[in-house]
């Protein structure tokens, strides 16, 4: 069988090779005689002219002052919004809780001192007791509200046009496994 087809494809190509095809060379011949290549010119090259582009004036983007307020001091209610934190009495507070981001604080209790709610909270190795009022987290966080499951706080960010705003954050009671709820 292999033979077969073999034999038959060397002989379609004996068949191509046999002749000299003068008809169809003398076709080619003819339809490119009034045939010439037409490549379009290059465009003239222009010379190149820088552009000035000066941005001593204009902000950095890439600078932390974009972000981060230039002074403590300097920081006037018309240059962050309505909620502008005070910064010196945060560092009159000194307050541990104060030191660390939210999401290292864990709620382990619930206490009802004199009909006033008190949250324990931990952090690291560290316990400590809030009430109301008091300030928590690095985003300024004062708590508003303490239940026997959640301690609500309202907290100020800064966006990157330097406006402050609020916006509400919760620390919820862990359980013994240490998950949150």
């Known amino acids: 069988m292999k033979r077969l087809i073999l ?31 037409n490549i379009p010119k290059l465009p003239e090259v222009k010379p190149y002219q820088p552009v000035p582009y000066d941005v001593e004036a ?11 307020p230039e002074s403590k001091t ?7 919004g309505a909620f502008q934190p005070d910064f ?4 009159l507070r000194n307050s541990l809780l104060e030191k ?17 709610p008190i949250a324990v909270i931990q952090v690291e190795d ?12 690095l985003d300024f966080g004062m708590v508003t509200q303490i239940t026997d499951k959640e301690v609500v706080l309202r907290e100020l960010i800064q966006d990157s046009a330097g406006d402050w705003s609020e916006r ?14």
């Open 7 to 37: 034999v038959a494809l060397c002989g379609a190509l004996g068949a191509c090779l046999g002749g000299d095809h003068e008809d169809l060379r003398q076709w080619m011949v003819d339809s490119t005689k009034d045939m010439r290549g």
């Open 58 to 68: 204009l902000l950095d983007p890439f600078k932390p002052g974009k972000i981060e």
């Open 74 to 80: 300097k920081q006037g209610a018309s240059n962050g």
């Open 88 to 91: 010196e009495a945060r560092e």
């Open 100 to 116: 660390y981001p939210i999401e290292s604080l864990k709620m382990i209790g619930y206490l009802n001192v004199n009909r006033r």
């Open 126 to 137: 560290k316990v400590k007791q809030v009430k109301v009022g008091e300030y928590v987290g």
């Open 168 to 181: 509400t954050s919760s620390l919820y009671l862990q359980g013994k496994e240490g998950s949150k709820k």
